[in-house]
Structures are given as structure tokens and as C-alpha cells.
């Protein structure tokens, strides 16, 4: 198997730093797969570029629309959350990436959208020449275990007035 990268921590810049191998391997030539938990809003870059980055690069999205808050996940949420799981298999075994990156798949996983074994047999199944990015809050301890690059994101410093409902803004 390539290697694994994870990205977790309360800071900003989870996803940006997965979308910064993105652009490193997409400029290679090397195919990129991004498979969104939990979101589903495709008003951000990393959706927009798809159709300019292609045929290198792809983006899909398993979040159910609107922000409910980690409190309120139900049901349709893990549905949602096994789906997008069950299509990085086939991802992996039809198309081959070099990059897969599993967008918020921590976050998924703390909210008992997921377990941690299921994603750990998934990796097991991840081809030699595919390398894995793992992104999203409060990764498991095992995980953390797995991965061969561990980075946790902290804010330093943050300017209150690029905080909105939706996020920040770029």
C-alpha cells in the first residue's frame, strides 16, 4: 500500500492541506479522487475546479444538505456515510488513484457514522501504488496508529470576522 496521511486536530486547514497534494499530484498527471463525508455544498473551490482539473481529478460529495449540527445525525447520515465508503471501494478497484482522499471520514467516524474497523479493513484493501489522505476532527486512536503521517492542526491565530455560519470564507 502507498502511504497514509492524516490530517486532524480543531484548527483550520484540514482539507486544504489534502487538496494541496491534490494539486502536487494532478500536476503530475496522477490520478486524484476526493470523497466528501458530511458535505454536500458544492459552492467551494475544491467543487468548482473539478471540470477544469479533469480528467486527473475528481470530487464527489456524501453529505446530506444543510448543516444540522453534530448533535443531530441520524440515520440518513450514516446511510449517507456507508455509501460514500462503499463507493471508495469501488473507486479504488475500478479506477485506480494515486490520491484517494477521504474528506471528513474523522469526523464521520466520531460521530458513530462509521466504525473503525470497517475503515481499517477498507485500507487494508488499498492498492500499493494509491496513497490515502485522511481528513476531519478527532481521528481515532487508531488511525492515528495507522497512518504514516500524522498532522495535527491547531489555530494559532484567527481572525473572528472570516468565521461565518458557512465557514470561512476565501
Known amino acids: ?33 476526493i470523497i466528501q463525508f458530511l458535505k454536500w455544498w458544492k459552492n467551494t473551490g475544491e467543487y468548482k475546479i473539478r471540470k477544469m482539473l479533469s480528467p486527473y481529478y475528481e470530487i464527489y460529495q456524501f453529505g446530506r444538505k444543510g448543516w444540522h449540527g453534530l448533535s443531530n445525525l441520524g440515520e440518513e447520515d450514516k446511510k449517507l456515510a456507508y455509501k460514500a465508503l462503499k463507493f471508495a471501494e469501488k473507486i479504488v478497484r475500478e479506477k485506480k488513484p494515486h490520491l484517494l482522499v477521504l474528506d471528513e471520514i474523522n469526523l464521520a467516524l466520531y460521530c458513530k457514522l462509521l466504525e473503525v474497523k470497517d475503515v481499517l479493513e477498507f485500507l487494508d484493501k488499498i492498492p500499493k501504488k494509491t496513497d490515502v489522505v485522511l481528513t476531519g476532527r478527532f481521528a481515532p486512536k487508531e488511525l492515528l496508529d495507522r497512518a504514516d503521517f500524522v498532522n495535527k492542526i491547531v489555530d494559532v491565530k484567527h481572525p473572528e470576522e472570516m468565521v461565518t455560519t458557512k465557514g470561512i470564507q476565501y
Not at 489534502?18 to 486524484?32: E, F, I, N, P, T
Request: aromatic residues 10%; glycine residues 18%.
Open 1 to 33: 500500500m502507498g502511504y497514509i496521511y492524516l490530517y486532524t486536530g480543531t484548527g483550520a486547514g484540514k482539507t486544504t492541506n489534502a487538496l494541496g497534494l491534490a494539486l502536487r499530484s494532478v500536476g503530475h498527471k496522477r490520478k486524484v479522487v
